[in-house]
């Protein structure tokens, strides 16, 4: 009889000891799970937080450069504009008063008509500036080939480009972000870059618009936190953003520069 007790007394040992497993398991899965979740929720949170830090520095990079593009819109219109509607100014009320030899009038008529010109070429470019019209008029393609022959008459560069694009193909705002960024880029080669060549590319693969721009200037380290927080790059990440499109760069030091811009 007693040996019947012990033999159920073990087997309740066993049994308690092994839900008490069972339940200790429980418990561990359970805290594995909730960690695990808690984890995946901070990895979003944190995923989230960067998306719209990354958003913030975009719109602060627009309003950046569209404060730059204001100052410099304001500063042709000072130096350019104001200071030859001066001159006119001037010589109008010369012959205002009247009391000018007839040499003395056509030197003073003369100039009017020479600041006049002068004044009307600088709102052209200031308005070409703003909107090349050649854009506006016949679009991207020819824009783009307009603004490369003039780097390559002017001999700062020498550009070559390879243009597979469908007239139209992009909305007209699209496309001047797209002209903007190529503007941007062909400077930093030139300014920065000190580059003597550059290729520009673009072509269609499967419904996507592939945007190369490259150049074989001193490059630069593209884990260098400076290069990537500089007002060019951000303009241009801005436009890439505003696309919603994505892009990579490809550089090294004196190994030339290259990014691909997929819309």
Same mark, same amino acid.
């Given at each position: 009889?007693?040996?019947?007790?012990?033999?159920?007394?073990?087997?309740? !040992?066993?049994?308690?000891?092994?839900?008490?497993?069972?339940?200790?398991?429980?418990?561990?899965?359970?805290?594995?799970?909730?960690?695990? %979740?808690?984890?995946?929720?901070?990895?979003?949170? $944190?995923?989230? !937080?960067?998306?719209?830090?990354?958003?913030?520095?975009?719109?602060?990079?627009?309003?950046?450069?569209?404060?730059?593009?204001? +100052?410099?819109?304001?500063?042709?219109?000072?130096?350019?504009?104001?200071?030859?509607?001066?001159?006119?100014?001037?010589?109008?009320?010369?012959?205002?008063?009247?009391?000018?030899?007839?040499?003395?009038?056509?030197?003073?008529?003369?100039?009017?008509?020479?600041?006049?010109?002068?004044?009307?070429?600088?709102?052209?470019?200031?308005?070409?500036?703003?909107?090349?019209?050649?854009?506006?008029?016949?679009?991207? +393609?020819?824009?783009?080939?307009?603004?490369?022959?003039?780097?390559?008459?002017?001999?700062?560069?020498?550009?070559?480009?390879?243009?597979?694009?469908?007239?139209?193909?992009?909305?007209?705002?699209?496309?001047?972000?797209?002209?903007?960024? !190529?503007?941007?880029?062909?400077?930093?080669?030139?300014?920065?870059?000190?580059?003597?060549?550059?290729?520009? %590319?673009?072509?269609?693969?499967?419904?996507?618009?592939?945007?190369?721009?490259?150049?074989?200037?001193?490059?630069?380290?593209?884990?260098?936190?400076?290069?990537?927080?500089?007002?060019?790059?951000?303009?241009? $990440?801005?436009?890439?953003?505003?696309?919603?499109?994505?892009?990579?760069?490809?550089?090294?030091?004196?190994?030339?520069?290259?990014?691909?811009?997929?819309?």
């Amino acid at each position: 009889m007693e040996e019947l007790f012990t033999e159920e007394n073990q087997v309740i !040992t066993i049994v308690l000891i092994g839900v008490l497993l069972l339940l200790l398991m429980g418990v561990a899965l359970l805290l594995f799970f909730f960690f695990s %979740r808690k984890k995946i929720v901070e990895k979003e949170l $944190e995923k989230k !937080t960067l998306e719209i830090n990354h958003q913030k520095e975009i719109i602060q990079s627009i309003i950046v450069t569209q404060e730059k593009e204001r +100052k410099r819109i304001a500063q042709d219109l000072h130096d350019d504009i104001s200071s030859k509607l001066n001159v006119i100014n001037l010589n109008a009320n010369l012959l205002k008063e009247g009391e000018l030899t007839p040499e003395e009038y056509l030197i003073v008529n003369d100039s009017i008509l020479d600041a006049t010109d002068k004044t009307l070429e600088s709102a052209r470019k200031i308005a070409h500036n703003l909107l090349p019209p050649i854009l506006d008029k016949f679009g991207l +393609k020819d824009a783009l080939e307009e603004l490369a022959d003039s780097f390559n008459n002017s001999r700062k560069i020498t550009i070559e480009y390879n243009l597979e694009y469908p007239k139209a193909y992009l909305k007209p705002e699209k496309e001047l972000h797209l002209f903007r960024i !190529t503007q941007e880029l062909i400077n930093n080669s030139v300014r920065h870059g000190k580059a003597k060549n550059c290729t520009i %590319r673009i072509n269609l693969t499967d419904s996507k618009l592939i945007f190369t721009y490259s150049d074989n200037g001193v490059g630069f380290n593209v884990d260098d936190k400076n290069h990537q927080l500089g007002l060019g790059m951000k303009n241009i $990440e801005s436009r890439v953003a505003l696309l919603k499109g994505s892009y990579i760069i490809k550089s090294a030091k004196n190994k030339g520069f290259k990014t691909i811009i997929t819309i």
